[in-house]
């Protein structure tokens, strides 16, 4: 393999071409924050999806607003794994990277293979903006020891997207602003993605901007041909669409949009209203703004002063009959607890939408983490059991809210739906459901043979449900608060058995759920002695090492939680079968010790990680070789 030496490229001969094929492939585009990097990954990730490839994304947002341009701490980077089969997650390190100034470089080479492929704007690696990326000397690559297998290809893309846009008419600043879709076209044209599919994804994105649209359908065509024209000396992909995938229709989607769908379908499902009380905060702000756009479909969103009164809303609409939402991330599932607790002690359904990330505090607001597990079971005052579910992939966000719906509408309870910033910025191959199949949802209503007056504290004594009325059905009338209630009569009551007899009703509740939901699954070798565990956004990297240690001749198998609280009823059965049990968490180790306090005499081994970034699979590998 060769490497490209200085300047814009056009001087590079003409020469015979080798296309890889492959069943697997890593891009990883970065940049500063203003170059366009996610729209750049997400279009070629949406392009990849409907070509029939499998796709798993990785968007990794900097903490600042807006860190200096050309500095270590504005990087912005996109990770896109696609390929034929098998892909679960954005992959450990990148066949290709495009790196648009020597910043991006610095901070993104480590996520390279020594074979791999880097494109940069020669543009951008001047005297002066080495400086502002560190660099001692005035050749990035030899500084950064690469090694002589990596290819790198220098092109003048802000020089060439000047000479595209040369008769357009805009300004400087607006020009050079599309340098990133020239980049996508030499993208497209290393993996064979038909270009007029790339420029009606733009056509999507800009419809209401028709001067932005030619410019960037032109310059990505520009970077298309360019490449092409070139016949650049560096090896182009080529990669079979999947022969795995059931058929139907697939598109590529975000978690937190697909959370925001599965919302809006088991709302339909059910015959109630949606309605979403929240506040901004990041990364969960997608599941309003995208539930605020769909008036078509009824749904309503209130926009609170504060993350109390976004709770607070939700229940007085579960109150009133909807299928009450509210969405947040850390710090603000810390200050809705009480209202929660409100809600578990009068019964109500709720969904809470909880999308993690790096904490305490404000922490690290756009990165990823796993650590509200013992918050979402415990974190209220008195016994407060309530249900907690976990999302496995951003696609999987749509099935796992709509089952969150179902079983807070079905058991008249609050369900903590868990999801994270990996899963809600991040995109997954997602094949459309039918509502038709999906399952049906039987609200907690008050029976059409109920004998007797209904009272606040009415329930079936064999689900130990409380039966729903909301306001204004005639007959049903009722006050419903959040003292403690007699449990016959359901008036105020402060009587000691009868306080034991209500926190046993409200437990037996939750606990007797666990025969509802799916049983725990096996997923690997069955003749494995070694089992993983995770839960939530870390399947795909789990299953991924069950698979590469499958080829090493390694028997090993995952079992994969969505459902934690309750636990699924056969999971103390599935786990003692295995003679060794990895524990595997982006905290350091809440699950392991809620599997501990669940299970009696369970031994577990720990692999904790909290760096704000998803697992690595190979370091689960190691671990498990160890």
Known sequence: MCRQGSGSGRDLKRTTMKETSIERVVVRFCGDSGDGMQLTGNLFSNLSAILGDEISTFPDFPAEIRAPQGTLGGVS???????????????????????????????????????????????????????????????????????????????????????????????????????????????????????????????????????LLRANAKVITDGFNYAANLHLNINTFHIERSAELPHGMYTSIAGNKATAWGLIAAAEKAGRQLFLGSYPITPATDIMQELAARKDVGAMV???????????????????GCLAVTSTSGPGLALKSEAIGLGTIAELPLVVVDVMRGGPSTGMPTKTEQT?????????????????????????????????????????????????TYLANGTSLWKLPKLADLPAIHPCYVPDNFEGKYNVACRDEESKVRYWAYAGQQGLEHRNIGLERDYNTGSISTNPANHQ???????????????KIPQLQVEGDPTADTLLVGWGSTRGHLLSAVHELEQQGVKTALAHFTYISPLPANTADVLSRYKRI???????????????????????????????????????????LA
Request: aromatic fraction near 8%.
């Open 582 to 624: 990895i524990v595997c968490e982006l905290n350091t180790g809440q699950f392991a010790s809620y599997l501990r306090s669940q299970i009696e005499g369970i031994c577990v081994e720990q692999v904790n990680k909290v760096e704000g970034q998803p697992f690595s699979v190979g370091d689960i590998i190691k671990h498990v």
């Open 372 to 420: 509200d597990l013992l918050q979402a079971i415990y974190g209220r005052n008195g016994e407060s059991p309530l249900v907690v579910v976990a999302a496995t992939s951003s696609a999987d966000c749509f099935q796992t809210a709509y089952m969150a719906a179902k079983i807070a509408l079905e058991n008249a309870t609050p369900v903590i739906m868990l999801s994270d």
């Open 77 to 211: 980077g996109f990770q896109v794994q696609l390929g034929s089969s098998h892909v679960y997650t954005p992959g450990d390190y990148a066949d290709v990277l495009v790196a648009m100034n020597p910043a991006a470089l610095k901070t993104n080479v480590q996520f390279v293979k020594p074979d791999g492929l880097i494109v940069v704007d020669s543009d951008s690696f001047k005297e002066t903006d080495l400086k502002k990326a560190l660099f001692v000397t005035d050749n990035p690559f030899t500084e950064l020891g690469l090694p002589e297998t990596m290819q790198i290809l220098q092109i003048a893309l802000t020089q060439l997207t000047k000479d595209s846009l040369a008769d357009s008419g805009m300004d400087q600043k607006a020009i050079v602003r599309c340098k990133n879709m020239f980049a996508l076209g030499v993208v497209c044209w290393l993996f064979e993605r038909p270009i007029d599919k790339a420029i009606h994804f733009l056509c999507n994105k800009f419809a209401k901007k028709p001067d």
């Open 501 to 515: 007899r209500m926190v046993d009703a409200r437990r037996e509740k939750i606990a007797r759920i666990a025969h």
């Open 302 to 320: 209130v926009q609170c002063e504060d993350e109390i009164s976004g709770v607070c809303t939700a229940l007085g609409a579960s109150f009133a």
